[in-house]
């Protein structure tokens, strides 16, 4: 249903229309809501003038594109992209993709949050505790949800104190910081072994210097692309960068379970490989290039790199009071443990044909200009802690770094074929850090567990510290700024958690996966109800977004919320928020800064005048920038023209490979580390498993041995197939996934391998029941060449709509599947996970766009 478009038939005040919305998309009564609405003709809307806004575009993918709304009276109309110069590779306009597109129908949609609402069943204690997901809703005032939300707080410290206090980190835990403390949660999210590992090898996780940019990229030979797909996860530029390096001339090499949309559109080399087993393919690659090495004949190592800025390949390279046995060349020949981690060897856990490894290690011949890309997904498994050191161990043995035309290193997110540092960017809002008195941090591949068992092993907050086991007893969830039951490891035994406590509150927007199993759930406003704020995106730009409509409903912002319960608690709000969301703003647009043409100066970005000041009421100095503050409001959008030979071009490492005394990596020993004893040491006291200072192939928990009950057999176990969770177009992680333009679009199957469906007697269109030992979840079957046999491709981020009566999940939520296993440094580990897979027996599924939405007048 176009929602927006049956709605500009109605000459409409802005609050009316937002209930006509409702009552168009869902056939809601209006009755009790207080407002009438009155009918116009269409030329009579359509003769109102309207305006151009720059819209947020907030939710995080890796794009940040320019959204504008067409608004009259209030009521958004349509919506467009970057008009605000000629398109051109050099010079790319900042195109939304079909999320961005989509905007309107999630922030005026029928489904919005309206009033506080309270669980039916929840009273002090708790209540009825096994009816969170399943209770009704009662519609009550913002006093009595702030009364009794902080009503239950103060009960809850004084008989267990700040420790039961379980939080995300936003507005309201600064809160319940200045009241004494709450126990954080801490992950590795979307970088998996790449939070941790880059630093003591002496590498990077960032896109930003580690890959060179988009300019010099064009100047490759090859380009070989680790388990990426920047058209889904990234949508704007960073596939069109690509592309233009594949019309200067380069071939791509891709390795990964999925031949997805970017390697069809840049022609990719496919190489499958099984999930998780990098670190094995990668080892196996490394041993070709030793063996078949020829400084001469096949100079396919760059000696001369490795001696100079390496540490740990040979045992005339090891660090001092080592054993030279444990070097990783001596390793990957097998010389002391009589297994040569040959192409042969790689390929039994791979799943790569021997001659395909062989390839793709001479591909990367140091006399070629090749760039090695690495996105974090493959880090977002169990027992990948030495990946990232694989990784650049194969940049560094081939010398593809510090020079035009060579790189290795991450290109991933925002700054996807786009490396260098960040050339505009926003100031700070001028709002202070609130220290938190509790120092307990969970990991999020236990925190759930935690809560359900009363114990945890506390490493720090992202500090990596040695493990120390704790008893923790959390008597209260509170989400503010996160999706987190939906998007963390484990949501099976994350809903037994929150049917545990006394107390669950979520902020929302929605009745998401968080709203749906809270006692209450306070309703937000979106970026486009807000003063404004910043986007960023690539390197070359930014995007300042301003308001779109006045605050929908009762709905508040999230710092609102904060105040007002910092105030029931008796606790001083200003210490955390001395200035308004305004005034916050007007910070942000003053600190902005742009690199200027000489590539290294730095200079204020917006010229403000004491006008300026004096109209926003706001206090500062009047500045002179490079763009008015009028201009940039009006545009929405600065960025930077780019052109070949301009002084803003960056070679990753360049720095270090000039003058590696002078600009040593932050490694122990100033170099690149193929042998790294602080990595060891560090991520085997925290307790979860165990590592060495060489990349090993580690079987992970869940990985591609665990889908054998023999491995030496090879007889398949329970749980046969693994599963990958790509990001989709229809979400932006759970973001939009209740949009029902985008559910119509993208209707979420699971995709199967043609070869898989065939043995297991499925069709397209089947309902394909997935079980893993941690929970059961329905899908649509998708067939399709595009997956490597005995891998499944299950979405990311679909919404949870569990069935009480069987305990499966209908909405193909990812998480059902895994499960709260913790490896190496607390890694999050979505994709090393194992299944099973059958045509279900019940009901088939309907589609996603044709079920009720979760409406709650």
């Not at 201009?631 to 052109?643: C, N, T, V």
């Not at 996970?833 to 599924?845: D, I, P, R, W």
Request: charged residues 25%; aromatic residues 10%; neutral net charge.
């Amino acid at each position: 249903m176009d929602l927006i478009d049956r709605i500009t038939n109605a000459k409409l005040s802005r609050r009316s229309f937002i209930l006509a919305s409702a009552a168009a998309t869902a056939g809601l009564s209006l009755t009790g809501c207080g407002s009438s609405l009155t009918q116009a003709t269409a030329d009579q809307a359509a003769g109102k003038e309207g305006i151009w806004i720059t819209a947020a575009c907030w939710h995080n993918c890796g794009g940040r594109c320019l959204n504008k709304a067409y608004v009259v009276d209030g009521v958004v109309i349509r919506q467009k992209t970057d008009d605000t110069h000629p398109d051109s590779p050099d010079y790319p306009q900042q195109r939304a993709c079909v999320r961005g597109r989509s905007q309107r129908q999630q922030v005026f949609g029928a489904d919005r949050l309206k009033y506080p609402m309270k669980r039916k069943n929840w009273e002090p204690g708790g209540g009825k505790k096994e009816l969170r997901g399943r209770d009704e809703w009662v519609r009550i005032s913002w006093d009595e949800a702030l009364d009794s939300i902080a009503g239950e707080i103060k009960r809850i410290k004084s008989e267990q104190g700040n420790r039961a206090f379980f939080a995300d980190g936003g507005p309201a835990a600064k809160v319940l910081a200045l009241y004494g403390g709450y126990v954080a949660n801490w992950g590795t999210t979307s970088l998996g072994s790449w939070t941790y590992t880059p630093g003591p090898v002496g590498f990077s996780s960032s896109s930003g210097d580690s890959i060179n940019d988009r300019l010099d990229m064009r100047n490759c030979d090859t380009v070989i692309m680790f388990n990426m797909n920047p058209a889904w996860s990234s949508a704007g530029n960073p596939v069109y960068h690509f592309l233009q390096v594949k019309k200067a001339g380069a071939d791509f090499i891709a390795i990964d379970p999925f031949y997805n949309d970017s390697y069809g559109l840049l022609e990719a080399d496919w190489i499958p490989t099984r999930p998780a087993t990098d670190t094995a393919l990668m080892i196996g690659v490394a041993h070709t290039l030793i063996v078949e090495d020829d400084p001469v004949k096949n100079p396919l190592i760059d000696w001369d790199f490795l001696k100079k800025y390496t540490i740990g390949f040979d045992a005339d390279s090891m660090p001092s009071g080592t054993d030279a046995k444990d070097n990783f060349k001596d390793y990957v020949l097998g010389t002391y443990d009589g297994v040569p981690k040959n192409a042969e060897w790689a390929a039994e856990i791979s799943g790569v044909a021997p001659d395909r490894i062989r390839y793709l290690a001479r591909a990367m011949n140091k006399n070629k200009k090749v760039a090695l890309l690495y996105a974090w997904s493959a880090g977002r498994t169990q027992n990948a802690d030495n990946l990232p050191q694989m990784a650049m161990i194969l940049g560094a043995m081939t010398g593809h770094m510090g020079k035009s035309g060579h790189m290795c290193g991450v290109s991933c997110h925002s700054g996807a074929a786009n490396g260098g540092d960040t050339l505009v960017s926003p100031g700070k809002n001028g709002l202070p850090n609130v220290d938190n008195p509790v120092k307990d941090s969970i990991n999020h591949t236990e925190m759930w567990r935690a809560i359900v068992d009363g114990k945890y092993n506390f490493t720090g907050n992202k500090k990596f510290l040695k493990g120390e086991m704790r008893d923790i007893d959390i008597r209260l969830i509170y989400h503010d700024n996160n999706a987190r039951l939906q998007s963390a490891d484990g949501m099976t035994k994350g809903i037994e958690a929150h049917r545990k406590v006394d107390l669950v509150v979520s902020h929302g927007q929605f009745l998401t996966t968080n709203a749906k199993y809270s006692d209450f759930v306070l309703p937000v406003t979106t970026e486009w109800e807000k003063i404004g704020g910043f986007l960023t995106g690539n390197r070359e730009m930014l995007i300042m977004y301003s308001q779109i409509t006045e605050p929908l409903y009762e709905a508040q912002s999230d710092e609102w919320i904060a105040r007002e319960l910092a105030k029931r608690l008796g606790v001083d709000a200003s210490k955390s928020f001395p200035i308004d969301a305004k005034h916050q703003f007007f910070n942000q647009i003053a600190g902005s800064t742009v690199i200027l043409p000489d590539g290294k100066t730095a200079a204020p970005l917006v010229t403000i005048t004491a006008e300026d000041i004096a109209q926003w009421g706001v206090q500062g100095k009047p500045q002179q920038g490079q763009i008015s503050l009028k201009e940039f409001q009006e545009k929405g959008l600065y960025q930077i023209e780019r052109k070949p030979g301009d002084n803003y071009g960056y070679i990753a490492f360049k720095d270090f490979c000039d003058d590696p005394e002078a600009n040593p990596r932050p490694s122990a020993s100033g170099k690149f580390e193929f042998y790294s004893q602080v990595l060891a040491d560090t991520v085997n006291a925290m307790g979860y498993s165990e590592i060495k200072p060489i990349p090993t192939h580690i079987p992970p928990v869940e990985g591609y041995e665990a889908t054998f009950k023999d491995w030496q057999g090879k007889i398949k176990g329970d749980y046969p197939y693994q599963v990958i969770n790509p990001h989709y177009l229809r979400r932006s992680h759970t973001v939009f996934d209740n949009v029902q333009w985008l559910r119509e679009t993208w209707p979420n199957p699971v995709y199967i391998s043609t070869q898989d469906a065939r043995e297991k007697g499925l069709a397209d269109g089947d309902t394909v029941l997935l079980t893993s030992q941690h929970g059961k979840t329905l899908r649509t079957a998708c067939l399709t060449d595009r997956f490597m046999p005995g891998v499944i491709g299950l979405p990311h981020g679909s919404w949870v709509d569990m069935d009480e009566k069987t305990g499966i999940d209908t909405g193909g939520a990812d998480n059902i599947l895994c499960g709260p296993v913790s490896t190496g440094q607390g890694v999050s580990g979505w994709n090393s996970c194992v299944c099973n897979m059958e045509k279900y027996a019940g009901a088939s599924l309907i589609a996603d766009v044709q079920k009720p939405q979760r409406i709650i007048l």
